[in-house]
C-alpha cells in the first residue's frame, strides 16, 4: 500500500525534520567513505539543481554502457577495501560502539518466525499433568529423542503396535487402590460389575434388615439398572469402535480411498484462487525473463497467463498405517487434465476457460521491432506422488515432507511458436520431438524425484526461516596471505596471479576475488575477503588466476578446503597451507586463515521462552529492489505527469552501498511498472555508518542511458520507516514515480575476527609426527624402457613443503629404507602425504605413488574446563601400517608402503587469565616463542605469593615440568623439541633470486622460503624442525640461487650454529629483549658472502613423551678406526713350520679392508696397518677378522677367526681401546679400535655412489658421549667438526663415501645426507696410544705417535688436520658392496677456522689460484700385458685440455714418476681429470684407471694442501699418490668447502 501525503500543517515541521536528517547522513556519507562516490546535497536544492550537482561531480547522469566489462565483481562487504588491518580496525570500531537499536515493534513478545512465542503451559505450574503424556508411560511420538532410543530397541511393527489407535489403556497403568495389591487380571470391568451386585443385594437387606419396604427396594434396584445400562452402552461403544478402527486400518492396507470432498472443495477454491495464482506467477516469470533474455532478442515477457477454469482433481489416496507413530505416508494420484469436458455440465461448458500462456518475443531494436507470440495451450498431467511427512512436537508439528514419483508422470501440451492460437502449427507433430522432450525432462527429474530418490522439503526450517537456499546464514571471512612455488599454466608473458572465490564448484558464480600482483610466483596479499554462505556443507574453492592485458585470463590451479571443517574446529581454521592443483598436480600453495560468523538467531529454551538474538553493528543486509511505478514523467506540485512516449521507458536499477556499486539488475523493457524482485546481500561492518542508494535508469538503444530517478537513505532511518511506519513504497527523487523496496537486517557477532589477524600464516607445533618407513613392495617401474629400475625414495610433504625425506636405492623395486623421520604438525588438519619417488639426477624425480596420513587418526584434541586446547596421540604406541599407493588422481596405484607412525606432543602451560585478555585485546607472539623464552611467569601486580607457590608443577599432559633456580622452564634439560626460525630478512652484496633453507641435522631442506629477488629480501617467514638430540644438533640457515636445476647443492650464503648455543641464548635472555628480536630479528653475518647479512629469531619448544630410539641416535652411526696390532700363536701352515699370514677384516659379511701379507712369521706385528669403515648402524653390526696363510699356488688357507666387539657396551666413543680376540686353537689377535659418532652423507652421481667419508664432531664434552677418558685431543672446540676422505677400492657402502653432518648427531634413519663439515683446532693429546687418523677424521689424533706410509708422517703433532670436503650425498642401499682396500693420505695445511665464527671471510676456495702437482707414485695397478704387468703413465686433464703427461716406466705394477707441474686454475677450472695410461709401442694406449680431482672439492677449511693415496676406477685397477698444493690464497678466512660439499 502506498503511503499517504502529511496533512499540509505537517509539512514545514517535517522538511525541517528532513533537513536535518539529511545533514546527518551526509556527514555519516563523508566520513564512512571519504574517497567513494557518494554525492551529497543541499536539501533546498531543486532536483534540476541537484542533477547538474551530480553530473558536474561525477557524470552520473548519463551511464556508461561499457563501465561493467571486464570488472570484477565487487567485494561482498561496505568497505571499499580488502586490506586486512583497515577491516580489522572498521570491525574493531563498530564493535567498540553502542549497538544500534533495533526499531521497536507494537507488540509485547519476540516473534520467532514459525515457532510458538511461549510453550503450551502458558501460565501453568509444573505440578499440572498437562496432555496425555502426562498419564501414560509411552513417550510422545514427537520427541526425536525419546524415539530415536526406542527404535534402537524395537522394530518398526514393534513401534507401531505400541502406538495402536485400537489401544484403549495405551499401556498405561492405573494408579489406584486396587492394583497396589490385585493383579490386573483379578479386576476391571467385570470386577466392577461384580461389586455392583454384591453391593446392591447388601444394601436390599440391610433396608429390610431395618425394616425400608418395597420402595426402598425399587430405588436400590433404580441405581443398579442405572449403572448396568451406563456399562453396557460404554462396552457396546468400545466394541463398535475396535470393530471400525480394525476394518479401517485393513481397508487402508490393502484399498484406495476416493477423496471427493478434496475435489469439491479444489473445485470451488481453484475459481477464486487461480487469478491469484496467475498475477504471482506472470511477476516471477517476468523478473526471471528478463533476467535470461539472450542478447539477440529485445525482449521476453509473458503477455497471457491462465490455469484455466478446471482445477485439478485427486483420483485416490492410498494410506499406509504400519508406519513409525512420528511418520504418515501417503500415495496420492492426481491429474490435471483441463480438456476432459466428460464431467462438466452444459452450463460448465459455456463459461469454461482453458489454460493458455502467451510468451511475447520481440525482435528489434526501438522502434525497429516486432513481436513474435508463442502460445502453449492444452496442458494435461497426470501421475502417482508418495508423501511422507515427520511429524515433530514442535510448531509446526510436520518437520519434513518427502515426495517422490513412484513412476514417471505423464503430460501433454501444445506449442505453437508461430501463427499464434488462429494459424499456430503444434510443433509436436514433429516426428521424434515430443518423445525427445519427454525424455529430456524425465531425465532431469528422474534423479531428483523419480522413486527411490525423494525431494525433502524442510517443512520446520522454512517456517523458521533457516532454509532459504538463497539467503546468507554466515559470513566467512578468508584471509589471504601469500602464496608459493605457483607454476604458470602457459609460456606466455609473467604470472600475474589472483584469487578467486567460488562455492560448491569451481565453475560456480565467484563471490569475490584478490588483488593481482605483476610478475610473481610468490606473492603476498595480506588481505581479507568475506564470502557470503548459507550453509557450512559445501566446500570453498581458491582458484588462482593469471591476469592477462590484452587475452583471456587464464586458470592456474584450484585449492579446495571442506566448510565441513570448520564447524568440527569451532570455526576457525588457521594457518591452512591450501595446495593449488591442476590437473592433479600441485602447482602452488596457498597461506590463508578461515573464519565463520553465522548469523544471531534467537534461541528456544526447554521450558519455551525465547532468547533474543545478540545485536551487533555488524552483520549481512539483504536489500531488495522490487519494482517501481508511474516512471518516465515529470514532478510537478506533488504529482506525478506522464511523458510522450513514457510507455517505452527501458528501466534499470543501481544500488549503491556507500557510493559503492553492488548490483545492476537488466533493463525491464518497454514499460513504466518494471519488475525486477532482485536483491543483493553484503556484509556490512558497520551499520551506523551506512549509506543506501538506488538509482533508476533509463536504458536507450542508439545515447546514453539516463537516470530518471533516485532514492537514497542511511540503514537506520530505513529500518525505522520500515519497522515503525511500515512504509515499503518511496517516492523517486529527481524524477516521477515510486519505488518499492525492502531489507532484511542479520546481525553478525565478529567477537575475535580483529584479534585473530596479524598472527600470520605460522601456527605454534602442537607436537612431531614420527614416521618410520620400513620399505615398499611391488613398486611401479618407471625406468623399464631403459632397461633398468626404479630408485626410489620416500618424501613427505606438508602442503607444498617437503618436510624430510629418505634416502634413495639403487634399482630396487622392493627397497626397505629402515628409516625415521620427524615432523612438526600444527593443527590436526595439517595431513601429510607419503610420496615414493624414483631419484634422477638429471631430471626431475618421478612419482611413483603416494599415501595420505590423516592426523585426526593419530593425535586426539581434547578441551580443557577453561577452553583450552590440548592434543595427544591416539594410540600409546606407535601404529603398524601398510598402504596402498594412489596417483595423484587418487586412484589406487602400484606398490604398497609399509611403516609406523606416532605423535609425541609439546609441553603445553596452562594460560593464565591475563595472557587470554591478552590473546583477546592484540595479536601477540605465538604461544611456542612464550613457552620457549618466559615461561609462565607470576603476576607480580595481581599476587604477591611467592613465586614458587604460582609455578605450575605439570603442564596440560600430567608431564612434570622443568625449572631452573631462577624459576625459569629449563628449555635446556629437554633433549628434545622443535626449534622455530623466523627468518625476518636478509642483505646481499648483489642482486639474486634466492631462497633461504632451514635445515637441521639435514642436507635437505626442511623448510623453504617462497623466492625472493634483490639485495634487499623481506623474507618474513617461519619455519621449524624437530631437535632429536640438542647437544649434537646444529641449525643452518641456507641462502640457496633460484636455479632450474634443484639439485645443485650452490648458495648464496649461509649461517650456521649449534642448537645448544640457540637455546642458550633464548633461556638467559630477558621477555623484553626476547620480543624486541621477535619484532625485527637478530642480525647474523652470512658465511661465505662478503657483506651479506640475515636477520633471524628463534623459540624453542619442549617435546614430550619422547624417548630416542638408540638406533637413531648419534652413538650408533659413525667411523670406526680400526688399528691391527698383532698376532700370536698363529698355526704353521707351510712346511717350513712358518705362515704367511695376512687378516681380512669384513663388516657384515662385506669386506671391508685387507693387511699386507707378513711371511714366515706366527706372530706378526702389523706395521703401517690402520684403516677407517663408515658404519651405518652401530647396534646389530658385526666386523670380523680372518686370519688367511698366504698361498702362491692354490686357495689360501684359513688360520682363524673372531669377532671384535665394538658396541657402546665395549667401546666408547672417542676412546681409543685396544682389544685381543681369540682366533682359536690358542691365537690371538690385537687391534687398537676407535669409534666416532657421526651422520654419515652420500652422494649422488647418477643412481651410483662415490667415495666420499667425512666426520662431524659436536660441542658435547666427552662425559655426554659416554665416557671422558683419553680423549684424542684435549680442547675441543664447541660444535667444531673435521674430516677427511676414505678412499677404498671397494663397493658402494665404504667406496661410496659419507660425507659429514656438521656438529650433527641427529640421524634421519639409516644414512641420512649431513649438512656441512666443519673445520676444528685441537691440541696434541697425552695418549701415548698410536692412533692413525682415518682420512674421514682429522681432529682426535694421538700426539705421540705418529704413524707413517712409505717414510712419509701421516700427521705433523703440531699441525691440525683438516677435514677432506664432499658433495652433499642422500643415497643408501640395503645391499650395499663394501670390497674396499686400504687408503692411507696425508693432508696438511692451515688450521681451519670454524664456520662457527660469524666473522669469517671470504676464502680462496674458488679463487683463481696456481696448483703445483706431484704425480708420486702408484700400486698395486692391474697388468695390462700378457706378461702380467703394465707400462704405466699418467696424463691429466683440465677443460679440454692436455696439460701434463709423464713419462712412461715399463714392466711394472709399482711405477714411481716424481713429477711435478703447475696450472693456473679459477672457480670453473679446478676438476682434473687423471687417467694412469698402459703404452703400447704399436697400438693405441689402454685405460688402467682414472681419477676425478676437484681442487676446490678436496682443499677445505683453510687447507693449501693434499697428499694422499687415491683409487683408481673402476674398482681394483690401483691407487695413485698425488700431491697438491695451493698458491695464491688468502692467509685468514674461512677458505675450502666444508658444508654441503661446497665453500665455506
Same mark, same amino acid.
Given at each position: ?25 551526509n556527514e ?113 511420538p ?110 487402508l ?19 477464486i ?89 520481440r ?6 521491432g ?31 515432507v ?27 507433430n ?131 578446503c ?22 592433479g ?43 517501481c ?34 548490483l ?10 518494471p ?33 530518471i ?38 546481525p ?31 613398486? *611401479? ?5 631403459t ?39 600444527h ?7 607419503l ?35 590440548v592434543?595427544?596421540?591416539?594410540? *600409546? ?5 601398510h598402504?596402498d ?10 606398490g604398497t ?28 607472539a ?7 623464552t ?77 623466492q ?30 633460484? *636455479? ?41 653475518k ?38 691391527p ?87 666408547e ?17 690385537k ?40 680423549f ?26 659419507v ?23 685441537? *691440541?696434541?693429546?697425552a ?37 677432506a ?13 663394501m ?60 677443460g ?19 713429477e ?38 678436496r ?24 700431491r ?21
Open positions: 500500500m502506498e503511503p499517504s501525503s502529511p496533512p499540509p500543517s505537517q509539512q514545514p515541521q517535517l522538511q525541517e525534520e528532513a533537513k536535518a536528517a539529511q545533514a546527518v547522513a555519516a556519507i563523508k566520513t564512512s567513505a571519504p574517497d567513494s562516490n557518494v554525492y551529497t546535497f543541499d536539501a533546498e536544492l531543486s532536483p534540476a539543481q541537484k542533477e547538474a550537482q551530480a553530473e558536474k561531480k561525477a557524470n552520473l547522469g548519463t551511464i556508461d554502457k561499457q563501465a561493467q566489462e571486464n570488472k570484477a565483481p565487487p567485494l561482498a562487504t561496505d568497505l571499499d577495501t580488502a586490506d586486512t588491518s583497515d577491516i580489522a580496525a572498521a570491525i574493531s570500531s563498530a564493535g567498540a560502539k553502542t549497538v544500534a537499536p533495533a526499531p521497536a515493534k507494537d507488540q509485547d513478545t519476540y516473534d520467532i518466525p514459525g515457532t510458538f512465542t511461549e510453550g503450551y503451559r502458558k501460565g501453568l505450574p509444573d505440578w499440572y499433568k498437562v496432555g496425555w503424556t502426562a498419564f501414560s508411560a509411552l513417550p510422545n514427537g520427541d526425536e529423542v525419546m524415539m530415536t532410543n526406542l527404535s534402537q530397541h524395537l522394530d518398526a511393527d514393534a513401534l507401531a503396535e505400541i502406538f495402536k489407535p485400537s489401544r484403549t489403556d495405551s499401556g498405561e497403568k492405573t494408579d489406584d487402590l486396587i492394583s497396589q495389591f490385585l493383579s490386573e487380571a483379578y479386576y476391571g470391568e467385570w470386577y466392577h460389575n461384580t461389586a455392583a451386585m454384591i453391593f446392591a443385594v447388601f444394601f436390599t437387606w440391610l433396608l429390610t434388615r431395618f425394616g425400608a419396604g418395597l420402595m426402598g427396594c425399587l430405588v436400590v434396584g433404580a441405581f443398579l439398572a442405572t449403572y448396568y445400562q451406563t456399562s453396557i452402552r460404554r462396552l457396546r461403544r468400545n466394541v463398535r469402535d475396535d470393530l471400525q478402527r480394525e476394518m479401517m486400518t485393513t481397508k492396507e490393502t484399498d484406495t480411498e476416493t477423496a471427493g470432498w478434496i475435489n469439491h472443495f479444489l473445485s470451488r477454491f481453484w475459481l484462487y487461480e487469478p491469484v495464482l496467475s498475477a504471482q506467477i506472470i511477476g516471477i516469470a517476468d523478473a526471471i525473463l528478463i533476467e535470461n533474455t539472450p542478447s539477440f532478442l529485445d525482449s521476453i515477457r509473458l503477455s497471457a497467463f491462465t490455469l484455466g477454469t478446471k482445477a485439478p482433481i485427486v483420483e485416490s489416496i492410498k494410506t499406509y498405517p504400519k508406519t513409525e507413530p512420528n511418520v504418515v505416508c501417503m500415495d496420492w494420484k492426481v491429474s490435471f487434465i483441463p480438456n476432459d469436458v466428460l464431467d462438466l455440465t452444459h452450463r460448465d461448458l459455456q463459461s469454461k476457460v482453458n489454460p493458455k500462456i502467451v510468451l511475447t518475443i525482435v528489434g531494436k526501438g522502434m525497429i516486432a513481436g513474435m507470440p508463442v502460445l502453449l495451450e492444452d496442458l494435461a498431467f497426470s501421475g502417482t506422488m508418495r508423501l511422507r511427512f515427520k511429524l515433530f512436537n514442535e510448531f509446526p508439528h510436520v518437520k519434513t518427502q515426495a517422490s514419483f513412484l513412476e514417471p508422470p505423464q503430460f501433454d501440451y501444445s506449442l505453437k511458436p508461430v501463427g499464434g492460437e488462429t494459424f499456430g502449427f503444434d510443433i509436436n514433429i516426428p521424434g520431438l515430443q518423445t525427445f522432450v519427454q525424455e529430456q525432462v524425465h531425465a532431469t527429474l528422474g534423479p531428483m524425484m523419480y522413486a527411490p530418490n525423494v525431494y525433502t522439503l524442510d517443512v520446520a526450517g522454512m517456517m523458521a526461516g533457516t532454509t532459504d537456499l538463497d539467503s546468507a546464514n554466515g559470513v566467512l571471512a578468508i584471509t589471504v596471505y601469500s602464496a608459493s612455488n605457483l607454476k604458470a599454466s602457459d609460456l606466455f608473458g609473467t604470472l600475474d596471479p589472483y584469487i578467486t572465490f567460488h562455492i560448491g564448484n569451481v565453475h560456480n558464480t565467484e563471490l569475490g576475488r584478490t588483488s593481482a600482483h605483476e610478475d610473481q610466483n610468490n606473492p603476498k596479499w595480506d588481505e581479507s575477503h568475506f564470502v557470503l554462505l548459507n550453509n557450512l556443507n559445501d566446500s570453498i574453492y581458491l582458484q588462482v588466476m593469471d591476469r592477462n592485458s590484452n587475452r583471456k585470463d587464464t586458470p592456474v590451479g584450484v585449492a579446495t571442506d566448510l565441513k571443517d570448520l564447524a568440527e574446529a569451532n570455526n576457525v581454521l588457521e594457518g591452512l597451507n591450501l595446495v593449488v592443483l591442476r590437473n598436480k600441485a602447482v602452488g600453495e596457498i597461506k590463508c586463515d578461515m573464519r565463520y560468523f553465522p548469523v544471531s538467531r534467537p534461541d528456544k529454551q526447554e521450558d519455551g521462552t525465547i532468547i533474543p538474538p545478540a545485536e551487533s553493528n555488524s552483520g549481512i543486509l539483504r536489500f531488495t529492489v522490487h519494482e511505478k508511474q516512471l518516465g514523467g515529470e514532478k510537478k506540485g506533488g504529482l506525478s505527469l506522464p511523458l510522450v512516449g513514457s510507455s517505452d521507458v527501458n528501466a534499470y536499477a543501481i544500488v549503491r552501498v556507500n557510493g559503492q556499486e553492488r545492476r539488475t537488466k533493463a525491464f523493457k518497454r514499460s513504466i511498472n519488475r525486477w524482485d532482485k536483491y543483493v546481500e553484503v556484509f556490512v561492518a558497520d551499520k551506523t555508518m551506512l549509506d543506501l542508494g538506488v538509482n533508476i535508469v533509463n536504458s536507450k538503444e542508439f545515447s546514453e542511458d539516463e537516470v530517478g533516485r532514492w537514497r537513505s542511511s540503514l537506520l532511518d530505513m529500518e525505522e520507516q520500515l519497522v515503525k511506519q511500515g512504509l515499503d513504497w518511496w517516492s523517486l527523487k529527481d524524477g516521477a514515480g515510486k519505488i518499492h523496496l525492502s531489507a532484511v537486517w542479520k553478525v557477532v565478529m567477537t575475535g575476527f580483529a584479534e585473530g589477524l596479524g598472527h600470520g600464516s605460522y601456527r605454534s607445533p602442537i607436537g612431531v609426527v614420527r614416521i618410520k618407513f620400513f620399505g615398499a613392495k611391488d613398486l *611401479k617401474n618407471v625406468e623399464a624402457m632397461g633398468g629400475k626404479s630408485d626410489p625414495y620416500v618424501r613427505i610433504l606438508s602442503g607444498m613443503q617437503v618436510r624430510g625425506q629418505t634416502e634413495y636405492i639403487d634399482d630396487n623395486l622392493d627397497p626397505t629404507w629402515d628409516t625415521a623421520l620427524y615432523v612438526p604438525v593443527s590436526i588438519r595439517e595431513d601429510l602425504i610420496e615414493v619417488m624414483d631419484y634422477n639426477e638429471f631430471q626431475k624425480d618421478k612419482t611413483l605413488g603416494q599415501a595420505d596420513l590423516i592426523l585426526k587418526d593419530i593425535i586426539r584434541e581434547t578441551t580443557t574446563p577453561d577452553g583450552q586446547k592434543y595427544e596421540g591416539v594410540h *600409546k604406541s606407535p601404529q603398524d601400517r598402504a599407493l594412489l596417483n595423484h588422481e587418487r586412484k589406487k596405484g602400484k608402503l609399509h611403516y609406523e607412525v606416532s605423535f609425541h606432543p609439546t609441553l603445553e602451560l596452562a594460560k593464565k587469565e591475563d595472557e587470554k585478555k591478552d590473546e583477546t585485546q592484540a595479536a601477540e605465538p604461544a611456542e616463542q612464550t613457552n620457549g618466559t615461561p609462565a611467569q607470576p603476576d607480580t601486580e595481581t599476587s604477591t605469593a611467592p613465586v614458587k607457590e604460582e609455578l605450575p608443577e605439570k603442564d596440560l599432559h600430567g608431564e612434570l615440568i622443568k625449572y631452573t633456580e631462577d624459576k625459569r622452564i629449563d628449555l635446556l634439560a629437554y633433549n628434545s623439541g622443535i626449534l622455530s626460525v623466523t627468518i625476518h630478512a636478509a642483505q646481499l652484496p648483489e642482486k639474486e633470486k634466492v631462497t633461504a633453507d632451514i635445515l637441521l641435522d639435514s642436507n635437505d631442506a626442511q623448510y623453504r622460503t617462497a625472493v629477488k634483490g639485495r634487499d629480501l623481506p623474507f618474513n617467514e617461519t619455519g621449524d624442525a624437530f631437535v632429536k638430540e640438542l647437544d649434537f644438533s646444529r641449525l643452518v640457515v641456507r641462502l640457496k640461487p633460484v *636455479k632450474d636445476n634443484d639439485k645443485e647443492d650452490s648458495y648464496v650464503g649461509f649461517w650456521t650454529n649449534p642448537v645448544r648455543d640457540i637455546v642458550k641464548k633464548l633461556q638467559t635472555r630477558s621477555a623484553e629483549e626476547q620480543e624486541l628480536i621477535e619484532l625485527k630479528g637478530e642480525e647474523f652470512l658465511l661465505e658472502c662478503p657483506g651479506g647479512t640475515i636477520r633471524l629469531s628463534f623459540a624453542y619448544r619442549p617435546v614430550i613423551q619422547f624417548a630416542l630410539d638408540p638406533s637413531e641416535s648419534l652413538e650408533n652411526q659413525g667411523n670406526l678406526t680400526v688399528t696390532l698383532k698376532a700370536s700363536n698363529l698355526r704353521a701352515a707351510d712346511r717350513s713350520g712358518t705362515s704367511d699370514p695376512f687378516v681380512v677384516f669384513r663388516l657384515d659379511d662385506i669386506k671391508v679392508h685387507k693387511t699386507e701379507v707378513y711371511k714366515k712369521q706366527l706372530n706378526p706385528v702389523f706395521k703401517d696397518e690402520v684403516f677407517t669403515v663408515p658404519v651405518l648402524r652401530r647396534i646389530g653390526a658385526r666386523l670380523t677378522a680372518q686370519v688367511y696363510d698366504w698361498d702362491q699356488i692354490g686357495k689360501d688357507t684359513l688360520l682363524g677367526e673372531a669377532q671384535i666387539p665394538f658396541m657402546a657396551e665395549q667401546l666413543s672417542f676412546a681409543a681401546k685396544e682389544v685381543e680376540v681369540d682366533l682359536g686353537e690358542g691365537a690371538t689377535l687391534v687398537r679400535l676407535l669409534w666416532q659418532p657421526q651422520l654419515l652423507a652420500r652422494r649422488r652421481t647418477g643412481t651410483s655412489l662415490l667415495s666420499a667419508t667425512t666426520r662431524m664432531f659436536t660441542s658435547a664434552p666427552g662425559a655426554a658421549l659416554g665416557g671422558a677418558k683419553s684424542a685431543g684435549a680442547g675441543l672446540d664447541a660444535g667444531l667438526g673435521a674430516g677427511g676422505k676414505v678412499f677404498g677400492a671397494g663397493g658402494k657402502v665404504l667406496g661410496g663415501g660425507s659429514v653432518i656438521g656438529g650433527s648427531v641427529s640421524a634421519l634413519g639409516s644414512g641420512i645426507r649431513g649438512i656441512g663439515r666443519l673445520g676444528k683446532k685441537e *691440541k696434541p693429546s695418549a701415548d696410544s698410536p692412533v692413525t687418523p682415518s682420512p674421514t677424521n682429522s681432529s682426535i689424533i694421538a700426539a705421540e705417535a705418529h704413524p707413517t706410509t712409505n717414510g712419509q708422517p701421516l700427521v705433523e703433532a703440531a699441525s691440525p688436520v683438516a677435514p670436503p664432499t658433495h652433499i650425498s642422500r643415497s643408501t642401499s640395503s645391499n650395499l658392496q670390497d674396499r682396500k686400504s687408503m692411507d693420505s696425508t693432508i696438511s695445511g692451515t688450521a681451519a677456522r670454524s664456520i662457527v665464527n660469524t666473522d669469517s671471510s671470504d676464502g680462496s676456495a674458488g679463487r683463481d689460484g696456481t696448483i703445483h702437482v706431484t704425480l708420486s707414485s702408484a700400486r698395486n695397478l692391474k697388468a695390462m700385458d700378457r706378461s702380467g704387468t703394465s707400462d704405466p703413465y699418467v696424463r691429466v686433464r683440465i679440454n685440455k692436455v696439460v701434463y703427461k709423464t713419462k712412461h716406466i715399463k714392466k711394472t705394477l709399482t711405477p714411481e714418476w716424481n711435478s707441474f703447475s696450472y693456473r686454475i679459477g672457480s670453473g677450472k679446478s676438476v682434473m681429470d687423471i687417467k694412469v695410461k698402459d703404452h703400447n709401442t704399436l697400438k693405441d694406449d689402454v685405460d688402467i684407471g682414472e681419477i676425478t680431482f676437484d681442487v676446490w672439492e682443499l677445505q677449511n683453510g687447507q693449501t694442501a693434499f697428499d694422499g693415496w687415491v683409487p683408481l676406477t673402476p674398482e681394483g685397477t690401483g691407487e695413485l699418490h698425488v697438491v698444493e695451493l698458491s695464491d690464497s688468502l692467509e685468514n678466512g674461512s677458505s675450502g668447502r666444508g658444508l654441503f660439499g661446497k665453500r665455506i
